[in-house]
């Protein structure tokens, strides 16, 4: 029996209800996206004896939270995604989803949007605990919005080719060691510059630099260097859509 688009489109808000669900309920994933994020806002923001590069005219709380945002987006557009999927595949529910009316672009559709709800989640409570801790939204900060787009889509387009393509117990370990990796090091909570020369000049190309570095210039610096990250974002997400295209697995 085929099924039409109104009723395509809504048991895919279904789904991605039922995931959203899940993920707030393990506790290890909510640690992941929910508690890490603000401890690290507050973190950055209190600790001064901790370095931070703050562009002329912003304040602490400013880069802290492009940073952590950018953490933010990491952790559940690339980690939390890719561990789920991943137990998914091994578990077979994602086999067992694919018998039921949802078809498998459905099904990933789900996640997919599951994710982009979380992300915004994120946004809307480190927001709110940043402006607490003294951060004052301006005009300039709607660049953001953009950006964390265009971040899910990249990061999570990486978190699926990487939950397609290796075992569960695999994809959990490379997952966060990616995580914990481009957390200290990727351009995220701390710029690129703050880096070596060559390593930083290597870490600028990434993904998880260029959401961060996008996420600085539009909170905390309002430079232009907003739509280079932008399209370096793009040019990820269009290699991670075609390596999940190529090397994603059901089972």
Do not use: C, H, Y
Not at 5 to 18: K, M, N
Not at 97 to 124: D, K
Not at 164 to 170: L, S, T
């Amino acid at each position: 029996m085929s099924v039409n688009t109104p009723t395509s489109v809504r048991l895919v808000i279904l789904q991605a209800g039922f995931d959203l669900r899940l993920l707030l309920r393990n506790g290890e994933q909510f640690l992941l996206t929910i508690v890490i994020p603000v401890g690290l806002l507050v973190g950055l923001t209190l600790a001064t004896a901790v370095p931070l590069s703050v562009a002329p005219g912003a304040t602490r709380v400013d880069t802290a939270l492009a940073g952590v945002l950018a953490v933010a987006v990491l952790s559940s557009a690339f980690t939390s995604l890719a561990i789920g999927i991943g137990f998914d595949r091994r578990s077979g529910a994602l086999l067992l989803l694919a018998t039921t009316p949802l078809s498998r672009t459905s099904i990933l559709a789900a996640r997919a949007l599951a994710t982009f709800t979380t992300v915004a989640l994120q946004a809307v409570i480190l927001a709110v605990t940043a402006f607490f801790l003294g951060w004052r939204p301006e005009s300039g900060d709607l660049l953001a919005l953009p950006l964390l787009l265009l971040g899910t889509l990249a990061l999570g387009s990486l978190g699926f080719a990487l939950a397609g393509a290796i075992r569960a117990e695999a994809t959990l370990a490379v997952a966060n060691a990616v995580f914990l990796l481009l957390l200290v090091a990727g351009g995220t909570a701390w710029p690129t510059s703050s880096l070596p020369g060559p390593i930083a000049t290597v870490v600028s190309a990434l993904p998880s630099a260029a959401l961060g570095d996008g996420l600085r210039a539009a909170i905390a610096a309002g430079s232009d260097s907003v739509l280079v990250a932008s399209l370096l974002l793009l040019v990820w997400t269009a290699a991670g859509v075609l390596t999940a295209k190529r090397t994603f697995r059901w089972s």
